[in-house]
């Protein structure tokens, strides 16, 4: 058995995953991973499954297509076994939050500080509301700091930008962060 990634995108409607996953069974593919969401009214989701040796990816993207183009659905679909795979460093989990008036370049600016550090972003959630009520604009970003990393440096390099953006940051082990918010 290889693996592929299915990529569905367009606008939300009740039935995607259901129509996803019974063409993948049909086709004797076993969903072994699923993340889906909604962004305001698109529906974002990416499947991996594997899938046997027997079956073409193309054909499978053919019938995916039959049942999705109608729903005015993208899907796009990628063999695992031929991407090239990243080996990611040591780390440790942490939580990153920010607060802060909405405009432009906020995920760009906080994104372009955690590249620099090799911090891997694992989950992101950013939700705009518009406007300057700090509270209605948040980003929770779920990072793997690599553990040559110096957190001392990090944190204040992390804290300046965020000045810089006029965002309130905070940088918790995904553990503590955790803790404190399961009340």
Not at 52 to 70: C, H, K, M, N, Y
Not at 140 to 145: A, K, L, N
Request: charge should be negative; glycine fraction near 8%.
């Amino acid at each position: 058995m290889r693996k592929l990634i299915v990529s569905v995108l367009g606008h939300d409607r009740p039935g995607i995953i259901a129509a996803v996953s019974k063409v993948l069974f049909l086709n004797r593919c076993n969903i072994e991973d699923v993340s889906q969401t909604i962004l305001q009214t698109e529906f974002a989701g990416v499947f991996i499954a594997s899938y046997p040796d027997t079956l073409d990816i193309e054909e499978l993207g053919s019938r995916l297509r039959e049942v999705l183009d109608p729903m005015g659905l993208s899907v796009l679909l990628r063999d695992m076994d031929t991407l090239q795979r990243w080996n990611p460093p040591a780390s440790e989990p942490f939580v990153i939050t920010t607060r802060g008036p909405d405009r432009p370049g906020l995920v760009a600016g906080i994104t372009g500080l955690l590249a620099d550090f090799q911090v891997n972003i694992s989950n992101l959630k950013a939700v705009f509301r518009g406007g300057d009520n700090p509270n209605e604009n948040t980003m929770i970003y779920e990072v793997d700091i690599p553990v040559v990393v110096d957190k001392n440096y990090f944190r204040e390099s992390l804290y300046e930008r965020g000045g810089q953006l006029g965002l309130e940051v905070s940088l918790q082990h995904r553990e503590v962060f955790e803790a404190i918010h399961r009340i």
